[in-house]
């Protein structure tokens, strides 16, 4: 069985674009390959959150896994600072990450020019504790979104190093995965590029949203004053909205849409009712699953403490490994 590794950073609640890209092909994968899920709790701290909001950030996130499908009996689920080998390993690592490499990364670009006033080294060495995270594991597939797939290239760069340096053939060089099709990316309802909590949480569908939310934020979605002449291509704003029909929609209702757009008839409004419609009734199963576990806090403690043990576990004996590959060695 391939060994699967993959996290989510707990920023408050997860969106559509987390569950899209990568939640939803947790719960496929977990049952025929031998999967890792986290909560990546060190990897929040770049933003700087107070206590007790990660805390509650980590709690909705592990309540939100669960609520999607994902099967403790079957995954490893755990809290990415209860392994604390995570962080031993990213330090080794982080001694063969170059600055001038790490400060390429596109996503370390967009966050200078997002928080100015943190740029922190954290930011800078992002990819390395992810490739930690990873590679401690030794798995063989990611699911992740389009946004992690430069992240996914650093991991193998990483890995390659560390085997390269060490003269050994002990890391593999894992890949983003989605069931053989492209990485995807869900576009937000700000009329730009992708969902997104920390660009625009205004732009983001929540799981645990309510629906009076979801119609309130679908309705508000950026538009524009209508197409003007047949069969002209869409602009992205509109296009990010039949991207998301895409997602909730029934084939006949997106070709009616489309065909309303192709002859200028098309009513944003009416598109935004059904769409808001067609998102509360994907969401439901999962909200009323997250409303049921809310509250169950000695389930979510066992879960949390058999995915740690798993975990911890499998970490273990990789930094035992490494330790001697590296050179500390016992007297
Ligand atoms: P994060 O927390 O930003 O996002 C978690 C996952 O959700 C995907 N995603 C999206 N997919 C499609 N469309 C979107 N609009 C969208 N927004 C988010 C992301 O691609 C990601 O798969 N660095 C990671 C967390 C992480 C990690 C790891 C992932 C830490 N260590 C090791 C994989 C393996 C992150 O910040 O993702």
Do not use: W
Not at 35 to 57: M, Q, V
Not at 60 to 84: C, F, H, N
Not at 182 to 211: T, Y
Not at 294 to 308: C, E, P
Request: with cysteine; glycine share 6%.
């Amino acid at each position: 069985m391939e060994r699967v590794v993959s996290g989510i950073r707990p920023t408050g609640n997860l969106h559509l674009g987390n569950y899209m890209g990568a939640l939803r092909n947790f719960v496929k994968m977990q049952h025929e390959h031998d999967c890792f899920f986290f909560i990546a709790d060190y990897h929040s701290l770049t933003t700087h959150p107070n206590p007790t909001d990660l805390h509650g950030n980590v709690k909705d996130a592990l309540v939100e896994y669960l609520a999607a499908g994902l099967d403790p009996e079957k995954a490893t689920l755990y809290i990415q600072s209860d392994v604390p080998e995570t962080a031993e390993l990213y330090l080794l690592l982080n001694m063969n990450a170059y600055l001038g490499e790490l400060e390429r990364v596109t996503s370390f670009k967009d966050k200078i020019r997002q928080q100015p006033d943190n740029i922190n080294a954290g930011l800078l060495t992002y990819p390395v504790l992810m490739a930690a995270d990873i590679i401690i594991h030794k798995a063989a597939k990611v699911p992740v979104g389009k946004d992690q797939e430069q992240h996914l290239e650093m991991t193998r760069t990483f890995a390659r190093r560390f085997n390269r340096i060490y003269g050994v053939e002990y890391f593999p060089e894992p890949e983003a995965f989605n069931f053989g099709q492209e990485l995807i990316r869900i576009p937000g309802l700000d009329g730009g590029g992708k969902m997104s909590k920390s660009d625009n949480p205004g732009s983001a569908i929540f799981l645990a949203d309510e629906p009076e939310v979801i119609r309130k934020k679908i309705m508000r979605a950026v538009t524009d004053e209508g197409p003007k002449t047949l069969n002209q291509p869409k602009p992205q704003a509109i296009q990010n909205l039949f991207d998301l029909m895409q997602v909730v929609s029934e084939p006949d209702t997106i070709a009616h849409f489309d065909a309303a757009f192709n002859n200028c008839t098309i009513r944003y409004g009416d598109l935004k009712k059904q769409l808001a419609e067609d998102m509360i009734r994907f969401t439901a199963p999962i909200l009323e699953r997250i409303r049921e576990l809310r509250s169950n806090d000695t389930y979510l403690r066992k879960v949390v403490h058999t995915g740690r043990d798993k975990a911890v576990t499998s970490a273990r004996q990789t930094i035992r490994e490494v330790r001697e590959i590296i050179g500390f060695r016992g007297f």
